[in-house]
């Protein structure tokens, strides 16, 4: 008797086929999920050494300048664009944009700075771009990263010879690069400045350095400044939290006045920047609210309307909020009821019905407790 092979159902090996497939597509090639267009929240720390001329705070040694030493933190708001293949290395890659940075520091020889970066803090200064660049064809992590960063840097006690609020900024861009990243963002990878010899100096000499960036004042062709060392960190931030206030603007003029009260038992809604709903929340006996462990990120706070009531505050319906690992207060709903005597919500709880229902009950059963247990005795 010719004996066959145990064979597995086909419903079962299509099954197993599926599934190989699905995992080829998600990590046969690295980690797509993460190469999902978006926008990442982070903590940036920048290791800056910086060394100035005709400024009044150089400092000098043996004829040469002596950079001064800054460490400096804040928070970076990152855009990615969508995973794709370049077709003539073969490698997946993205583009990155710093959409945001600011950063502060201090040292005691020239007090706090700030440094500023991304599309939104100058509109006549090129954005701040970079990109991701897997290594190999086919796996996309370990990767290549950078970012050509142009910044301004501000002195919250400017030398005598800027003028207020006038930033120093790099005409060419500061690349930062990190080498073999395993992930996007990748935190606690160093993104590190290469000094490049050919970068425009002048006659001086910056501690032996062999490149240097250049900083300039605005309209001012002289470099007063030179970057000669930088490191770039990227770190999670915490969890931050959103609160408010839902009141009765009684006399509707869009502010919370002496008297208004807060209203309890009313429904805040949260949503992420799109829109799409997170969670809801229902305002207590003072009419707080309260989100909390919320991750960094762009979120919309709406309320429930409910009939007969207008919206006074805010004006625009909801509030967007983006959290960079801070506590938002003051997320405050205004309404003024306009159709007769008001009607507020209750906080939820034992309701005057549900008092009622336990009466009757207790009438109901009452008398059959009572019999019972004389029936037992």
């Not at 000094?195 to 490149?211: D, K």
């Not at 206030?245 to 502010?255: E, I, M, R, S, Y």
């Not at 009260?261 to 799109?274: M, R």
Request: aromatic letters at 8%.
């Amino acid at each position: 008797m010719k004996r066959t092979k145990n064979r597995l159902p086909a419903v079962l090996r299509l099954g197993l086929a599926t599934i190989i497939v699905i995992s080829l597509l998600m990590f046969g090639t690295g980690v797509k999920a993460a190469y999902d267009e978006g926008t990442d929240y982070c903590n940036a720390q920048l290791h800056l050494a910086i060394a100035f001329e005709g400024l009044g705070i150089e400092l000098n040694l043996d004829n040469m300048l002596v950079p001064i030493v800054i460490d400096l933190s804040g928070p970076a708001v990152i855009k990615r664009t969508n995973y794709r293949i370049n077709p003539l290395t073969g490698c997946g890659e993205i583009d990155t944009e710093i959409v945001s940075m600011e950063l502060t520091g201090s040292n005691p020889l020239i007090g706090q700075i700030t440094l500023e970066a991304g599309t939104d803090t100058d509109l006549g200064k090129p954005p701040s771009v970079g990109q991701i660049i897997a290594m190999d064809p086919g796996d996309d992590y370990p990767a290549y990263s950078f970012f050509d960063v142009f910044f301004d840097v501000f002195f919250e006690f400017p030398p005598p010879t800027i003028p207020p609020m006038t930033p120093l900024l790099n005409h060419e861009p500061l690349r930062l690069e990190a080498l073999g990243i395993m992930d996007f963002p990748p935190y606690g990878t160093p993104y590190i400045w290469q000094p490049l010899a050919n970068h425009v100096v002048n006659s001086r000499e910056c501690n032996n350095s062999i490149g240097f960036l250049p900083l300039f004042e605005p309209g001012n062709p002289v470099p007063v400044a030179y970057v000669l060392e930088a490191v770039l960190i990227l770190q999670p931030l915490p969890p931050g939290s959103i609160s408010g206030t839902k009141f009765n603007d009684a006399n509707g003029n869009k502010a919370r006045d002496p008297g208004e009260e807060g209203i309890p038992g009313w429904k805040i809604l949260l949503k992420d920047g799109s829109g799409n709903p997170l969670a809801e929340a229902t305002t207590d006996t003072n009419g707080d609210y309260m989100f909390t462990s919320l991750p960094a990120g762009a979120y919309q706070v709406h309320e429930v309307l409910l009939t007969g009531w207008t919206q006074t505050v805010p004006d625009t319906g909801y509030w967007e909020i983006t959290l960079l690992g801070q506590n938002v207060q003051d997320v405050d709903f205004g309404n003024r009821y306009t159709g007769g005597e008001p009607v507020v919500p209750k906080v939820p709880g034992i309701t005057d019905w549900g008092i009622m229902a336990a009466v009757v009950l207790l009438v109901i059963l009452l008398p059959w407790a009572v019999k019972s247990r004389v029936i037992i005795r």
